[in-house]
C-alpha cells in the first residue's frame, strides 16, 4: 500500500488536543462493510450506506476496491454510465484506474492519486483499468467515496478534478507516529488540494503499530473512521476496529485512535491504514435510484428520462444504469423500475 509516503520527522505536525476539558468524540456503532459485486463483475466491500444514512450525511457511499491481486487478464471495471446529483471521489492506493466522461475531463490515476468528478446536472462516465494493467495484471486498491450536493448545486455543469499524488498535503502526528495524508478538506489549518462544494475533510493515515493518534475535529462535522488495514481501537474507550470496518463516532471536538502492537498483514506490510472523513450534513431529502440522487421522485423519474433521450451526453454508445442493492430509497422516497 505504497500510496504516497514519507519521513514523518521531515513534515509539519499537527499537535495533538490535549487538557482535562477535551471533548473527544467516542464510537457510537461499527459497521462490517458487505461484499457485493459492481460494474463488470469487480468485488467492492461497502460499508455505507445500509439501513441508517443519515449518520454519514453529507456522504452517500463508500466501495472499497480490493486490495486484491489480479492475474493476467483479471481486472475489471465500470463502462460508460450515467450520474446526477452528486460527486463521486476516486482514491487509488496501488493500481491504476482510467477515467473518462461525456464532458472530455479524464486521466489515468495511479498509487497516491485522486479523481473528484462533480456530477452535477448530469455526465456519462467509464472507470476501467488501463489495458497495460489489464494485460500484465498487478495489485489493485482503492476508495470510492459519493458525495452528495445540496438541492442548490445538483444543476452545477459536470466538472473533473485530476488529483495528482504529489499535490496531497502530507503532516505528521505531534510525535512522528503517524502519516496524515490529506485529500480534501481542512485538518488544523492545513487544507487538502480536492476543491469541495459540500465542506468535507478528507484524510488517509498510517499510525505506526503501538502508535497512538489525536486530531483535533471540526464540531459541526460528522466523524467515520474506516479501516484499509491492520487494527487498532478508537476512542477514549478504546473500540476494536480492523480491516473492514467503519465507527461512527458521536459529537465532540477531536479523535483519537490508537493501532495495535501488531500490524504485520498480507506478510509483508505494517502500520494502521485508516480513512477519517468527516462532513457537515446536509439535512435535505434524499430520492435515490442507481446512479441517481436527487431530492424528490420527480426529479429521479426526470433524470431517468433524460439520460434515455440522450441528455446526460453522447460520447459513447447508450449505457444501461447499473443497478445494486443500494437502489432502493434511503431517507427519502425514490423512482421505481
Known sequence: MPAVTADTLTLPRVPSPAGAGVRWR?????????????GEGFEVRRPFPGTDLAVADPFLLLDHLGAVEYGPGEAKGAPWHPHRGFETVTYMLD????????????????????????????????????????????LFHGIQLWVNLPKSLKWTPAQYQDITAGQTVLLSSDDGGSLLRVIAGDLAGHRGPGVTRTPITYV?????????????????????????????TVG???????????????????????????????????????????????????ARYGPFVMNTKAEIIQAVEDFQNGRLGTTAPRPVPHRTATDAPLGGDAAGE
Open 26 to 38: 467516542e464510537v457510537t456503532k461499527t459497521v462490517t462493510a458487505r461484499r457485493q459485486l459492481e
Open 95 to 138: 493500481g491504476a484506474f482510467e477515467h473518462n466522461d461525456s464532458t472530455g475531463g479524464g486521466g489515468l490515476i495511479t498509487e497516491g492519486a485522486t479523481q473528484w468528478m462533480t456530477a452535477g446536472a448530469g455526465v456519462l462516465h467509464s472507470e476501467l483499468p488501463p489495458q497495460d494493467f489489464v494485460a500484465k495484471g498487478g
Open 204 to 232: 488517509h493515515a498510517t499510525v505506526s503499530p503501538g502508535a497512538k493518534l489525536g486530531l483535533p475535529w471540526p464540531q459541526e462535522f460528522n466523524a467515520l473512521v474506516y479501516v484499509l488495514a491492520g487494527r487498532g
Open 236 to 286: 477514549t474507550d478504546r473500540r476494536p476496529l480492523e480491516e473492514g470496518q467503519l465507527a461512527v463516532l458521536g459529537p465532540g471536538e477531536a479523535l483519537t485512535l490508537q493501532a495495535a502492537d501488531g500490524q504485520d498483514y498480507n506478510g509483508s506490510r505494517t502500520g494502521w491504514e485508516v480513512l477519517l472523513l468527516g462532513g457537515l450534513p446536509i439535512r435535505e431529502p434524499i
